[in-house]
């Protein structure tokens, strides 16, 4: 069992957790993921890792709830313990390999949208331990929606946040801070993205159009974590992967996202119909403890 040390709620529905899982934080790198799951009867979850510590032994995920096992996940708070915490999984991001002396002569933007700026951190992170320069455009609907904006200020050579309404930031897409910073001639070696599936469809057009390498990872496709579900099928540059063994982080200027979002919405019958399921059973024992009149 791994116990939940700590749990806060970031924004409204997104949960931190730190969970004791010393095995995985000794091997954990970023841009790798987990497989998470309550109790032997639930269901499989992808979790990106958010953070970690070999020292002592944690590693951090954030998960929203939006379906019932995200639910289910983020109804656990601190003492608690999940069945299975199994990774890490998935392949680490490609910097991790590069020559120290080669890393610090780069030059890296970041742009991280809603969840996604979670397991943004941890990249940012080990640049700046290693020397490299990280700039990072963090966007959200809204202010009460950002995550991480601290902790990513004090690694980040740069942060610049976007929200849709303006109440923090920038007005408008991150999109729009991309141009912004490229048309103010900042020049970088990378852009990685991460973050809904629609926005990192649009940042790498936009960033194609500079004709800046960007990669994005696609670790929302994935179900078993495995590669034998097939669930996680992606066309990049015309030929076929799997994100969670092949991936999740991908040369964004090859994806193809429109595939990779009909894929996503394959499923959503089915959640719906789960959560309905949940939502009544959950009506129907509050009425019979006498919560509900």
Sequence with gaps: MYQILEKRELAEGIFLMRVHAPRVAQAALPGQFVIVRTDEFAERIPLTIADYDPREGW??????????????????????SLADFAGPLGRPSEFVHEEPAALRDKRFLFVAGGVGTAPVYPQVKWLHEHGAAADVIIGAKTRDMLIFTEQMGRVADRLYIATDDGSQGRKGLVTDQIRALLDAGERYDECVAIGPMIMMKFVALTTKGYGLKTTVSLNALMVDGTGMCGACRVSVGGKTYFTCVDGPEFDAHKVDFDEAMRRQGMYRTQEERARAIADERAAGHRCKIGLDK
């Design 59 to 80: 590693v951090t995920i954030v998960t929203q709830a939006i379906g019932v096992s995200t639910r289910r996940i983020c109804s656990l708070g601190a003492g608690d």
